[in-house]
């Protein structure tokens, strides 16, 4: 009878521990697919933001997105000085014409000296 019982307690404080395992796996995983929800929608939003600015309109091969002013001034500038228009260049960055287009104009008045 005790061997019995020692059994039964050992059974049943091993599916206690099982138990709460399985409840700790459980939150864990409902936590997990709350956070993914989270994240996704921001991943695919900012994915499908990077195909649109990267359209048909753009220039091939050329990078969408500068990480810096300086580096979109130098973008702009190497893509003006390939022959692209000033629309062609705003839609491949993703910013205004007019910006494009003042940019253009700084850099000639920075190389005539006036």
Known sequence: MITLYIALTLYVSLAAVAGAALWGYLQL??????????VHPAATA???AAGAS????????????ASSPLDARAQILRLDRQGESAHT????????QAEVELTL??????????
């Open 105 to 114: 104009k700084l850099d000639r008045i920075k190389s005539t000296g006036a």
């Open 29 to 38: 995983s409902r936590e997990i697919a709350l956070l993914r929800r989270r």
């Open 54 to 65: 990267a359209s048909s309109s753009a220039p091939a091969g050329k990078p969408s997105r």
């Open 89 to 96: 260049i705003a839609a491949a960055m993703g910013m205004p």
């Open 46 to 48: 900012s994915a499908a």
